[in-house]
C-alpha cells in the first residue's frame, strides 16, 4: 500500500467536512493525518487528508468526491513537487537528572523550548512525519506527560494553487 496526502478545497458550509471524511469512511480509507482551515478567501476551507490505500481505490475516492456539491478542486501532492510539515508539541517531566539530554535531543532535532516550569518543558517541532516520529521516538526514553500532534499540512511548489484545478 502507497501513502497518499490529498488536498480537497471545499466551499466554507456546515456539514462539508463530515460529507468529506465519510466518503473515506465508505471507501474504507483509514485517515492517518487530517488537518482542516480557512484559506486566504473565508468562502473557502482546504482540507488535506494523508490516508494509505491502493491507486485504484484512492482514484475511485477522487472521483467519488468530486461529486460533493461543495468540492471545488482536489490535488494529490506528492514529495519532491510539495512542501509539507507538522508541528508537535510535547510536554516533559522536568528531571534534572534528564534535563541536558534532552536539551541536546531538542538541540539536535531544532526543537524550541515553548514552556519550562519547575515541573515540566514543553518543546515544539516543526517538521515532516518522519522527522517527528524520529524526534519521538528518541523522547520515550524520557517521562512523557502529553503529546500533542497536528495532522501534515502540505502545499504544492512554484506557482500552481489549489485553485487552478477549480470546478466551479
Avoid: H, W
Avoid at 139 to 154: H, K, P, Q
Amino acid at each position: 500500500m502507497r501513502r497518499y496526502t490529498v488536498a480537497v478545497l471545499v466551499r466554507n458550509q456546515f456539514g462539508v467536512l463530515n460529507r468529506v471524511t465519510s466518503m473515506f469512511r465508505r471507501r474504507r480509507f483509514n485517515i492517518d493525518s487530517l488537518t482542516v482551515s480557512e484559506t486566504e478567501s473565508a468562502d473557502y476551507s482546504r482540507i488535506t487528508v494523508q490516508f494509505a490505500g491502493e491507486e485504484v481505490t484512492k482514484q475511485q475516492l477522487v472521483n467519488q468526491l468530486y461529486k460533493l456539491p461543495d468540492i471545488c478542486s482536489i490535488r494529490e501532492l506528492e514529495g519532491a513537487s510539495s512542501i509539507s510539515f507538522e508541528l508537535l508539541l510535547i510536554k516533559l517531566r522536568n528531571d534534572p537528572a534528564a534535563r541536558d539530554s534532552i536539551r541536546a535531543a531538542a538541540d539536535a532535532f531544532k526543537a524550541e523550548t515553548v514552556d519550562y516550569t519547575r515541573e515540566s518543558i514543553v518543546l515544539r517541532v516543526t517538521a515532516d512525519s518522519v522527522r517527528i516520529d524520529s524526534f519521538l521516538d528518541l523522547m520515550r526514553d524520557y517521562d512523557i506527560l502529553e503529546i500533542c500532534r497536528t495532522g501534515v499540512v502540505s502545499l504544492e511548489r512554484g506557482a500552481e494553487t489549489i485553485r487552478s484545478g477549480m470546478q466551479v
